[in-house]
């Protein structure tokens, strides 16, 4: 149980395009997501928090005009890079709280590599 | 501000050796304490977790020691096997928001 899968699971786009990377949890519903990014050998870093039905929640310095999250239903939330530019090259990776559990457990998708040519 | 620091940054362990990884946190609000396993090119996945209230948790050959007056709380990995080496990141969940350490790349020798 607590499958969240990702896809693409690689994506490579010219620069100047736009991206959506998809993140669903597969056997439970979830009404918060977490975006993540994570640069080579380093943590992962909270980009927002996504929430069903509502706006997401940007962490200080991520620009949300070009990380654009929606969060449309119980399973499903989804970024999309908007005219990625090659530093937004990088790993993307959400997580889903299950609702219908009172602990804190996040439950990772297996990441999204984006390259940005 | 560094919430959560996680050391040592990279660990070597003999098969079958003890493989203990720290961390320690300030914001005492913090209220649930995961670690992650994350192997290259995939997500983290949730290894074992502890509250505040408890000092000590086991799962298998994993155990978490965790010190409320200190503000620290470590992983232990019993008879570690070449199969674990990965990258292991702890977390302070405070209001539902994760704060990650830097993790710790485990590698262990046969």
């Known amino acids: 149980g607590a499958v969240v899968s990702q896809h693409p699971s690689r994506v490579i786009c010219k620069s100047g395009t736009s991206v959506k990377i998809e993140c669903r949890s597969l056997d439970f519903q979830a009404t918060t997501m977490f975006w993540y990014r994570q640069f080579p050998k380093q943590s992962l870093m909270l980009m927002a928090t996504?929430?069903?039905?509502?706006?997401?929640?940007?962490e200080q310095g991520v620009e949300k005009d070009k990380f654009l999250i929606n969060h449309a239903s119980l399973t499903l939330s989804t970024l999309t890079v908007t005219s990625a530019h090659p530093e937004d090259s990088s790993f993307y990776i959400c997580?889903?709280?299950?609702?219908?559990?009172?602990?804190?457990?996040?439950?990772f998708g297996p990441g999204t590599r984006l390259t940005v040519t | 501000q560094q919430q959560v620091k996680q050391s040592p940054q990279s660990l070597i362990v003999q098969k079958g050796g003890i493989s203990i990884i720290n961390c320690a946190y300030e914001?005492?609000?913090?209220?649930?304490f995961p670690w992650y396993q994350q192997f290259p090119g995939k997500g983290p996945a949730l290894l074992i977790a502890i509250r505040p209230d408890v000092s000590e948790k086991k799962e298998g050959r994993f155990t978490i020691s965790f010190n409320k007056s200190a503000k620290q709380f470590s992983l232990h990995i019993m008879d570690s096997q070449p199969g674990d080496s990965a990258t292991y990141f702890c977390a302070a969940i405070n209001a539902g928001k994760s704060t990650f350490g830097d993790g710790t790349t485990l590698t262990v020798k046969p």
């Open positions: 996504s929430n069903e039905g509502s706006k997401a929640t940007y």
């Open positions: 914001n005492t609000a913090f209220d649930y």
């Open positions: 997580s889903a709280r299950d609702s219908g559990r009172t602990s804190y457990e996040q439950y």
